[in-house]
């Protein structure tokens, strides 16, 4: 997953095969410890039904 960039605005990442949670706060944020911003702006998904194809929004 290539780190992308969150410049203030909210985006959208789709689950690819392999994602987590931590690896998408590390590829927006640079901080994988941020991971509960993602979680939260999802309406509180489970991250262990995060399923491949899913769209998150990705909070800025």
Known sequence: MAKKQNEGLPTTHKVEQ????????QAYYGDS???KKIIDANGGID?????VGTILTIPA
Do not use: M, T, V
């Not at 392999?18 to 706060?25: L, N, Q």
């Not at 991250?47 to 399923?51: G, S």
């Open 33 to 35: 410890n941020q991971y």
């Open 47 to 51: 991250p262990k039904l995060l399923q």
């Open 18 to 25: 392999g994602d987590s949670f931590s690896d998408i706060a």
